[in-house]
């Protein structure tokens, strides 16, 4: 009978539990902790904590939270003299429990609107709305919330104003306005102008004048959101950093908000993410049901990898990253712009298990060291 050696049975067994462990302790947040925040957005379930295996991967990977709804006007403000904080005020205990970066989206969106706040028609009453609106919600959470997406995709894809129910009403003074009653209202925290392809040259033209212009006319802003609803071949990693560039030169920060990366086809070669676009669905659009195949996957995690590759090359001028949902399973994107597909675009699986995506953008910490 053989001996088993007892001094390479103890240094093998110590080698193979510090490895599991290792692994273990690893995580987004913990990777990236001397980069930027890295963020997730919360639906209302995961901020009611209802299913521990969620919510114990939310606590381990991520050290930044979005509200993915449940702070958008139609909930939080549904009838003029009425609102509704009881799922807020959860988030925001959420964050502080774990003691996380906590983000308010959004004040001004003409998306999820209460229908009330539909039919404002006059400027009076939309000037009374927005002073309304915005000094409650922001001087509630005064000292507690973090930053706030202040004006949420006010620009047209030309880069020209949006024609909103605000526009419409006030014309373009109420985007200084808005910045002006956020910050009086809360004169410490971060405020942020946030909107989808605005790394696109002709939107981000629009974006660096609408920024400039609300700095000129006194207004405070600390930051831009991109929201990075992106796909697997757009936009260049040239068009995203060029966008770091103009838009820190500017000497604001830089967050990438709503990141996601759709793997599906899109109707009529769709960009961007206008929550009312809708189309129609067959299984043409819908190619991977089950499973998504190895060669996305890898393409997938390829994406990542150099996009995050990017925001570490300019770590600098970035102050937070934030994936749009947890895991695949959740992602608005099964259901956006068309109901009812099955779409692949977060680190996480449908079963919250890593994706070689996860991996891949852990990877590039682990070669820096
Ligand atoms: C989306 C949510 O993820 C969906 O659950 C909801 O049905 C529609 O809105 N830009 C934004 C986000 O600023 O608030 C949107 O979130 C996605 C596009």
């Not at 302790?25 to 990777?31: N, P, Q, R, T, V």
């Not at 404002?120 to 002073?131: G, P, Q």
């Not at 838009?247 to 009529?268: C, H, M, Q, R």
């Not at 891949?360 to 070669?367: D, N, Q, T």
Request: glycine share 6%; net charge positive; charged share 30%.
């Amino acid at each position: 009978m053989k001996f088993i050696n007892p001094y390479l049975f103890i240094v093998t067994t110590f080698f193979l539990v510090s490895c599991t462990s290792q692994k273990e302790k690893l995580s987004l947040k913990d990777a990236y902790k001397n980069d930027f925040l890295i963020g997730t957005a919360l639906n209302a379930g995961q901020i009611e904590a209802k299913n521990a295996k969620e919510d114990s991967l939310i606590k381990k990977e991520f050290n930044a939270i979005t509200a993915e709804n449940i702070m958008k006007s139609m909930y939080v403000h549904p009838q003029k003299d009425q609102y509704d904080f009881a799922l807020s005020d959860k988030y925001v205990a959420y964050g502080e429990k774990n003691k996380m970066f906590i983000h308010g989206h959004t004040l001004i969106w003409h998306s999820q609107l209460a229908p009330w706040m539909e039919k404002i028609a006059d400027s009076t009453e939309m000037k009374a709305f927005m002073k309304d609106h915005i000094t409650t919600i922001v001087s509630k959470y005064k000292g507690r919330i973090n930053s706030w997406d202040v004006v949420n995709e006010a620009l047209n894809d030309d880069g020209t104003l949006r024609q909103s129910v605000f526009l419409k009403t006030l014309g373009e003074k109420y985007l200084i306005d808005a910045f002006k009653l956020a910050a009086k209202a809360d004169p410490k925290v971060d405020l942020y102008y946030n909107d989808y392809n605005i790394e696109e040259p002709a939107k981000r033209a629009g974006a660096i004048a609408l920024i400039k212009k609300i700095k000129a006319a006194g207004g405070k802003i600390d930051g831009v959101g991109i929201q990075g609803h992106w796909r697997l071949e757009s936009p260049s990693i040239e068009e995203i950093e060029k966008s770091i560039l103009e838009y820190s030169a500017l000497g604001i920060k830089v967050a990438f908000t709503e990141l996601d990366i759709t793997v599906l086809p899109n109707p009529w070669d769709l960009k961007g993410a206008d929550v009312n676009q809708k189309f129609e669905g067959n299984a043409k659009m819908n190619p991977y049901p089950e499973k998504l195949p190895d060669s996305i996957q890898t393409k997938l995690a390829e994406r990542y990898a150099s996009i995050f590759k990017l925001f570490l090359k300019h770590k600098d001028k970035i102050s937070r990253i934030t994936f749009w949902g947890v895991y695949d399973g959740q992602s608005w994107l099964n259901d956006w712009p068309i109901k009812g597909r099955t779409n692949y675009p977060l680190p996480f699986d449908k079963d919250l298990k890593h994706k070689p995506a996860y991996e891949s953008i852990l990877k590039l910490k682990k070669k820096e060291e």
